[in-house]
């Protein structure tokens, strides 16, 4: 399974290249360090979706001693490491380029790309090759765009909500949020593992 990991970033080695300049690029514009964050976790793991579905590289996967949930694991698992890449080379950047940022700036970019990859991940198996990657990525950029206004729309419409969670303490909040982004992420590998297990190649 290790080798599934390596292998992704093998395959992304010219890629790569574009990744630092990109992250310099959020920290010039001074955006908010967690959408920094977000942006840097997502970058390795949808570029390999994208790059599977333009080469038909489970074909491939299929062929080779690996068993599908082994393949589903590397995918899953990989998100986790290559989020704790990014977040080491975003908060190297961005203490070079000496930009303050906090760990629940972290904490928040983390969770949301967790989100993110759970809601996400089982759509390139669902849906046929062809557009779903450049969906995502276009839903994502009016996301990050578009969000911020959503939530502050409801956050003075929807009182009752808005009141219950500053009621609670910052440690209950955090390990709220901490629990349901676990579970939505565990619910979507065994979603996606049951999808990819029926499919045929």
Same mark, same amino acid.
């Not at 010219?14 to 690029?25: A, K, M, S, T, V």
């Not at 690996?66 to 589903?72: F, V």
């Not at 808005?162 to 440690?171: C, G, K, N, Q, Y």
């Given at each position: 399974?290790?080798?599934?990991?390596?292998?992704?970033?093998?395959?992304?080695?010219?890629?790569?290249?574009?990744?630092?300049?990109? &992250?310099?690029?959020?920290?010039?514009?001074?955006?908010?360090?967690?959408?920094?964050?977000?942006?840097?976790?997502?970058? &390795?793991?949808?570029?390999?979706?994208?790059?599977?579905?333009?080469?038909?590289?489970?074909?491939?996967?299929?062929?080779?001693?690996?068993?599908?949930?082994?393949?589903?694991?590397?995918?899953?698992?990989?998100?986790?490491?290559?989020?704790?890449?990014?977040?080491?080379?975003?908060?190297?950047?961005?203490?070079?380029?000496?930009?303050?940022?906090?760990?629940?700036?972290?904490?928040?970019?983390?969770?949301?790309?967790?989100?993110?990859?759970?809601?996400?991940?089982?759509?390139?198996?669902?849906?046929?090759?062809?557009?779903?990657?450049?969906?995502?990525?276009?839903?994502?950029?009016?996301?990050?765009?578009?969000?911020?206004?959503?939530?502050?729309?409801?956050?003075?419409?929807?009182?009752?909500?808005?009141?219950?969670?500053?009621?609670?303490?910052?440690?209950?909040?955090?390990?709220?949020?901490?629990?349901?982004?676990?579970?939505?992420?565990?619910?979507?590998?065994?979603?996606?593992?049951?999808?990819?297990?029926?499919?045929?190649?």
């Amino acid at each position: 399974m290790f080798n599934l990991i390596k292998r992704d970033l093998i395959l992304q080695k010219r890629q790569l290249l574009i990744y630092i300049p990109c &992250i310099l690029f959020f920290i010039i514009m001074d955006k908010n360090p967690a959408l920094t964050f977000l942006f840097a976790s997502i970058i &390795i793991p949808f570029n390999t979706y994208y790059y599977d579905e333009k080469a038909e590289t489970n074909i491939l996967l299929n062929s080779l001693p690996y068993t599908r949930k082994e393949i589903i694991a590397s995918r899953y698992l990989g998100a986790i490491v290559y989020m704790g890449l990014s977040i080491v080379v975003t908060s190297t950047a961005l203490f070079v380029f000496n930009k303050p940022f906090t760990i629940t700036e972290i904490a928040i970019g983390s969770g949301l790309f967790l989100l993110f990859a759970a809601f996400t991940f089982p759509l390139f198996y669902i849906f046929k090759s062809g557009h779903i990657s450049t969906v995502i990525i276009i839903s994502f950029i009016l996301l990050a765009g578009v969000g911020p206004h959503i939530v502050s729309f409801l956050a003075k419409h929807l009182t009752a909500i808005t009141d219950f969670i500053a009621s609670l303490s910052v440690l209950a909040l955090y390990t709220g949020a901490a629990a349901v982004i676990v579970i939505l992420y565990a619910a979507s590998w065994g979603v996606t593992m049951v999808i990819y297990q029926r499919k045929a190649f």
